[in-house]
């Protein structure tokens, strides 16, 4: 019997991706919307009087933490971190709903569900500000990521939501879930696997490098990002779906004019295959190249999640998940 079970939603971006990564946002502020999901990771944790170990029963992988740890691979860094809180004994498993490197905020969904339980098992109590700060700030220096605010902010709180970024502060809203336009959007929804994963971080440093120069062509652009997630925010109040579905196709065109390896043969076929099955909206999610992409239609259009089982092996359907990083189990 597991003691400590600690889980984290994915999370899927509607729109102002990309302008939540420094320095641009430090610069210019940021604006995003996006929702987790009903998929996510789980880390359940089990005590013994032996080494830490760590198994992941996605990759059929496991470590035991010894003399020789500080290595480079994310599940090392990951017991590194474990020990560096005092927890070196015991068993973790680590169960997610997607591979690394989907474009759903995986990275974010792992070190908050791994912090979440850390903190539960040393018996302290954060808040999810707290909580999500602590899992940016590691996620960056400790793993080495590239990353926004976005995604430890959206996954630590949860639900559908709009949220703007400063150097120093964040605010959040959200989105009225009940309404039957909220149901409706979320019925409209697809996400279609590319087949393969891909390291975020070394994509976007193109644009993190272009934009810390001044860059003026990639402000512009985010620039437009910022205010399309603005849009959005008013399309959504609106219970305005057209509006939405332009936006996201908007944002995907200003989203391949950020780097030169944001999209590619695949990603493209499965979009052009998605509009000319009845899809009124496509995007690939996360920084860029591979993983997820989102799909829009008519809401309840399972002739077209039918489809695009043609093009990807994994075609689901997705349900928003209102609560975020938890202990569900104790």
């Known amino acids: 019997m597991w003691d ?4 984290s939603p994915l999370r899927v971006s509607l729109a102002g991706g990309g302008t939540d990564i420094p320095p641009y946002s430090d610069l210019h502020g940021s604006a995003v919307v996006n929702t987790t999901i009903d998929r996510g990771v789980t880390l359940k944790y089990n ?3 032996k080494p830490l170990e760590i198994s992941s029963r996605d990759f059929f992988r496991s470590s035991i933490v010894g003399k020789h740890t500080r290595r480079k691979g994310l599940q090392e ?3 590194d971190l474990f020990t560096d809180f005092g927890i070196s004994k015991g068993r973790l498993l680590i169960n997610s709903d997607v591979p690394p490197g989907s474009g759903l905020g995986s990275s974010s969904s792992l070190i908050l569900a ?12 954060y808040s999810r500000e707290e909580l999500a700060a602590e899992a940016y700030r590691l996620e960056k220096e400790y793993f080495g990521i590239t990353l926004g605010k976005q995604d430890p902010y959206a996954i630590a709180f949860g639900g559908f939501k709009y949220m703007e970024f400063s150097k120093d502060a964040f605010d959040i809203s959200f989105f009225d879930e009940s309404s039957g336009f909220i149901s409706n959007l979320q019925s409209s929804m697809l996400l279609v696997y590319t087949g393969k994963t891909r390291e ?4 976007l440093k193109e644009q993190v490098t272009r934009s810390g ?9 985010l620039d437009k990002v910022k205010q399309l997630a603005t849009e959005m925010k008013v399309a959504i109040e609106k219970e305005d779906f057209p509006s939405v579905c332009s936006i996201i196709n908007k944002g995907w ?16 076929r499965i979009i052009e295959k998605a509009f000319a099955n009845g899809a009124l909206a496509a995007r690939l999610l996360g920084g860029g190249s591979q993983g997820f992409v989102l799909v829009l ?3 309840g259009n399972i002739d077209l999640q039918k489809e695009m089982l043609n093009y990807s092996t994994f075609t689901v359907r997705v349900s928003f998940d209102r609560d975020g990083t938890r202990i569900i189990a104790q």
């Open 4 to 7: 400590v079970v600690s889980y």
């Open 47 to 49: 005590f013994d009087q």
């Open 77 to 79: 860094k990951l017991a």
């Open 114 to 125: 791994a912090l979440n339980l850390i903190h539960n098992v040393r018996g302290e109590t």
């Open 200 to 203: 975020s971080s070394r994509i």
């Open 213 to 221: 120069k001044g860059d003026k062509k990639i402000i512009e652009r």
């Open 253 to 268: 065109e200003l989203k391949k004019s950020l780097g030169s390896e944001v999209s590619n043969v695949t990603v493209d």
């Open 297 to 299: 239609s008519e809401p």
